[in-house]
């Protein structure tokens, strides 16, 4: 019977060790409690050390990155955003990149937007607060919030 025992031991023991490998390699990548990519709004925080708050012009620019798809929406603070995005072990590329082009009264921070979007290629999540990196130096923070109200921009 210890026999038994101790051969199940054994052969459950590599299973167990490769979990706890697989759960530290995931924690690196996210902190406990910290906000998953996909599927959150991200509202914008700076643009390239800029910090922005609410315009009554316009509203919060935020990102979506669409769970079950590779589909990233948004909206830039007057139009709204769309895109593919592709993740993998922390690093991340936005491809096919527009948006619709009513006319805006802040349509410098939405150029910047779309050139750091179309820049970015790692990301970070710390708590509720999403970095984007461009060749390992912060071009973008984002929070994670409630879903926004945009305007028909039809």
Known sequence: MNKMLRLSFLTILPFLL???????EKNQQFGEGDTVLQ?????????QDQQFKDNPE?????????????DLKGFTGCNRL????????????LTNLSSSRAMCPIIEQENMLMD?????DTYRISGEVLTLYAQNEAVAT???GAEPTIPDTR
């Open 82 to 93: 769309m895109g593919k995005y592709r993740l993998s072990n922390g690093s991340i590329q």
């Open 18 to 24: 490769a979990a706890c490998g697989y759960v530290r």
């Open 116 to 120: 750091v979007l179309a820049k970015t």
């Open 39 to 47: 599927g959150s709004y991200w509202m914008l925080l700076s643009l």
């Open 142 to 144: 984002f929070r994670a």
């Open 58 to 70: 316009t509203r919060t620019a935020y990102l979506r990155f669409e769970e079950g798809s590779d």
